[in-house]
């Protein structure tokens, strides 16, 4: 089992910058992809980005340039820094966590809500 603790999130303005972290617990593999997902009310849960343990990433077109996922493989924490906010980006925002053994595992965090003002 994996457990998935995140924080950092709040309210800010636009134009502003939040960084969030999720710490992950349990039996990580090292094959575990690592991200951050975005829910904003009324709309589906979407993709933010990813990182695999190698550094690979994988980040939406609609926060390239803003937002940076980082990985602490040491510390089985994931990270993202969120500048140049804009009210789009208000969402609760779920740490991720996809690993394979004989089956895909996919574990959440409980969210965080992020809030951004015009």
Known sequence: QVQLVESGGGLVQAGGSLRLSCAASGSIYSSAVMGWYRQAPGKQRELVASMTRGGSTNVAYF????????????????????????????????????????????YWGQGTQVTVSS
């Open 63 to 106: 926060v390239k340039g803003r937002f940076t996922i980082s990985r602490d493989n040491a510390k089985n924490t994931v990270y993202l820094q969120m500048n140049n906010l804009k009210p789009e980006d208000t969402a609760v925002y779920f740490c991720n966590v996809i690993q394979v053994d004989y089956r895909t595992n996919v």
